[in-house]
């Protein structure tokens, strides 16, 4: 059992991980709210391997790692499909016997493009959507739709460097650090609760290429690392915030 008081705002998280033979989730349930504070959340999740799409755009070390790790069961889910808004990966994905769809975005309205995007995610319902290098901003209304399943990955130790070209702003700013981040996605770009960050050294010999080079190995690394915490139910989202135990 782990447990966490936050006292700022007034709440009581834990997380019980135990073995035991079958039992009734629903008089469970019962049986701990009724101890429990009437606004309390209770949660049980016996399901081990959940199930996730990935959306990718033309970057292909997140979604090569991904595939990897699904390959050989260490994910601690099973990839459904893998969605592109360029045709670029579909090569390397069926390669690992995982469907892809291209599903593009030019010449035609953002509502249009996601009405496509749902139609094929929702066929897989799945528990996770893993935003693997997919540039594309989306929007209030389908970041609602799956309010909570959406993780990014984003190329900078946020909250420095929102947006677009995050490497070549670290360079012209002459950084002595780089990093990544794993962030639940919200209508706020690049500001979701964060899940994991990790940084490197770099030094005046990097150019914006060496940088895009080396934060691809952290990219991946952080990508997975939070996978892993979510996947495993390891996650608790309060406020714009996050509650770990690992």
């Known amino acids: 059992m782990r447990e966490f008081v936050d006292e700022i705002a007034n709440q009581f998280f834990a997380r019980i991980e135990c073995d035991g033979s079958s039992f009734d989730e629903k008089n469970l349930v019962l049986e701990l709210r009724s101890v429990l504070p009437a606004y309390s959340e209770v949660i049980i999740n016996p399901k081990v391997e959940k199930r996730i799409v990935i959306m990718v755009t033309k970057e292909y070390h997140c979604l090569g790692d991904a595939l990897i790790r699904n390959y050989f069961n260490t994910l601690n889910a099973n990839v459904c499909c893998v969605i592109g808004n360029y045709d670029t990966l579909r090569e390397l994905t069926k390669k690992y016997e995982v469907p892809f769809y291209h599903v593009s975005h030019e010449n035609k309205t953002k509502l249009v ?134």
């Open 113 to 246: 493009f996601e009405e496509e995007l749902k139609t094929i995610i929702n066929e897989y319902e799945p528990d996770y959507i893993v935003l693997a290098k997919f540039m594309r901003i989306l929007s209030p209304e389908f970041v609602s739709h799956y309010e909570g399943k959406l993780i990014n990955i984003h190329h900078s130790f946020l909250p420095a460097f929102i947006g677009a070209s995050p490497y070549r702003k670290a360079f012209e700013r002459g950084v002595k650090l780089i990093g990544a981040t794993a962030h639940y996605v919200t209508n706020d770009l690049d500001e979701g609760p964060i899940i994991v960050q990790q940084t490197i050294p770099v030094n005046h010999t990097f150019t914006v290429s060496d940088m895009v080079i080396s934060g691809k190995e952290i990219e991946k690394s952080v990508l997975n690392k939070a996978m892993q915490l979510v996947f495993q139910d390891r996650v608790f989202r309060s406020g714009n915030k996050t509650i770990i135990f690992e």
